[in-house]
């Protein structure tokens, strides 16, 4: 189906969610005619659109918006970037940090432009490998430095709330191209994330 606007799209989605999630709620059990829940299919879809919204953004012309011709030529590190985003197995959420870092090729790129990226792949179903090396791709492809890295730790509530109830257990996925996949480069890059300032 086309929309003449997204707006216009997003209201549409909005009410065919709103219904399902109608019938979801009272197919778990509860009465949606309750004050409480009055509202709650209508909040429900939004906050599900909201944490999706990545599916309508392009991660690559964002990085473009702001990339300056610099001949810095040492790595810069982005660490400890939250992230918040749905498994696509169970669609309940996992969060954690992001660390990033990029070794300029002639080109920097505006900083904010880092965590904007982040949250473009974040906020679809995903497992927590295809983000990282979507993160990594595109850094790659757009910017093409001499080389990126990408460190994700992240836990997930499906093995919290729910299966196997592990409350403490952390993931960790990563990806090196060009320069970090020297192991000086990446060893360097490791030590100054796990380092705290001051
Ligand atoms: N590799 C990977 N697995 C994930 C991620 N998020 C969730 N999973 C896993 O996806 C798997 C789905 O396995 P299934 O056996 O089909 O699902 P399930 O019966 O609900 O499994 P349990 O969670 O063990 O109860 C589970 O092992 C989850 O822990 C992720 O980001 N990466
Ligand atoms: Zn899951």
Do not use: W
Request: glycine share 6%; hydrophobic share 35%.
């Amino acid at each position: 189906m086309l929309y003449k606007h997204f707006e216009e799209y997003n209201m549409q989605v909005t009410d065919d969610v709103k219904d399902r999630y109608k019938h979801i709620i009272e197919d778990l059990g509860e009465d949606t005619s309750r004050q409480g829940l009055l509202k709650t299919p209508e909040r429900a879809s939004k906050a599900m659109q909201f944490l999706t919204q990545g599916y309508h953004q392009d991660a690559a012309e964002i990085l473009r918006s702001a990339m300056f011709d610099e001949s810095y030529n040492e790595m810069v590190i982005v660490k400890d970037i939250e992230l918040y985003s749905l498994c696509e197995h169970h669609m309940l959420p996992f969060f954690g940090k992001a660390h990033i870092a990029y070794i300029p090729n002639g080109k920097i790129v505006g900083l904010s432009k880092i965590p904007r990226i982040v949250d473009v792949f974040a906020r679809r179903l995903q497992v927590q490998e295809r983000l990282t090396e979507q993160i990594l791709d595109c850094i790659n492809d757009t910017l093409k430095p001499q080389g990126v890295a990408v460190v994700i730790e992240a836990s997930h509530m499906c093995m919290m709330m729910r299966g196997v109830q592990k409350q403490n257990s952390v993931t960790t996925t990563s990806g090196f191209r060009g320069q970090f996949e020297k192991i000086e480069t990446r060893n360097e890059f490791l030590k100054l994330i796990s380092e705290k300032l001051s």
